[in-house]
């Protein structure tokens, strides 16, 4: 069964700090990763996506992964209370175009 | 670019009717769609894979017959629950994938569908 795992929070941190969020995933092979996020009562929208080990930043987002530990993150720098929403981790299946979605973790930014 | 719109954004039926969604993608083709359900305070649970012109593909545990998925057209899929029950209540979230998306395989959202069947 293939997995994507994310603590599901909250997450909370004041204004201004810097929010990390972790996600781990069971298979492998994969290949491309992927951050949404997510307003209460609205569709994911994705932030950034990463598949190529190392940092890929882009403006205050700046997306990890590490192929050999399984494990990519987001780090949020400068957060907003605008950024308080919940954060999925997607990964996509491979040798199709699914993905699988992390549980998700919720963050608070608090002003 | 890459727009996908859902319609109806809402939608309360009574028990044992059935119910239509669409997904459009706006400005591109999409040659492969999905279809998501995500439940209060849960991830999205992807429900289908449909490409265009061929039968969708249903993940373990989705009823295919309960959920009819057609994906007639490169811009266009619809996914209709039939004979809708309260516990198919649920936000329904359709996305697309381009045929120029490569390697990076990215989705596109749509805005998604607030069932509730009364």
């Known amino acids: 069964q293939k997995e994507v795992e994310q603590n599901s929070g909250p997450l909370s941190v004041p204004e201004g700090a810097i929010a990390s969020l972790n996600c781990t995933y069971s298979?492998?092979?994969?290949?491309?990763f992927f951050w949404y996020r997510q307003y209460s009562g609205k569709s994911p929208e994705l932030i950034m996506f990463?598949?190529?080990?190392g940092d890929k930043e882009d403006g205050r987002f700046t997306a990890q992964l590490n192929k050999a530990s399984q494990y990519v993150s987001l780090l949020i720098r400068d957060s907003q209370p605008s950024d308080s929403a919940t954060y999925l981790c997607?990964?996509?299946?491979?040798?199709?175009?699914?993905?699988?979605f992390g549980t998700g973790t919720r963050l608070k930014v608090l002003a | 670019g890459a727009v996908v719109s859902q319609h109806p954004s809402w939608v309360i039926c009574k028990s044992g009717t059935s119910v239509k969604i669409e997904c459009r993608s706006l400005?591109?083709?999409?040659?492969?769609m999905f279809w998501y359900r995500q439940f209060p305070k849960q991830s999205l649970m992807l429900m289908a894979t449909?490409?265009?012109?061929?039968?969708?593909?249903?993940e373990q545990g989705v009823e295919k017959d309960k959920f009819l998925i057609n994906h007639a057209s490169l811009t266009l899929s619809t996914l209709t629950v039939t004979s809708a029950h309260p516990e198919d209540s649920s936000f329904y979230i359709c996305?697309?994938?381009?045929?120029?998306?490569?390697?990076?395989?990215?989705?596109?959202f749509g805005p998604g569908t607030r069932l509730t069947v009364l």
């Open positions: 996305s697309a994938r381009a045929g120029t998306s490569g390697v990076y395989n990215e989705q596109f």
């Open positions: 298979d492998r092979g994969s290949q491309s």
């Open positions: 990463i598949y190529s080990n």
């Open positions: 997607a990964v996509n299946v491979v040798g199709t175009y699914k993905y699988i």
């Open positions: 400005d591109f083709q999409a040659t492969t």
């Open positions: 449909s490409n265009e012109g061929s039968k969708a593909t249903y």
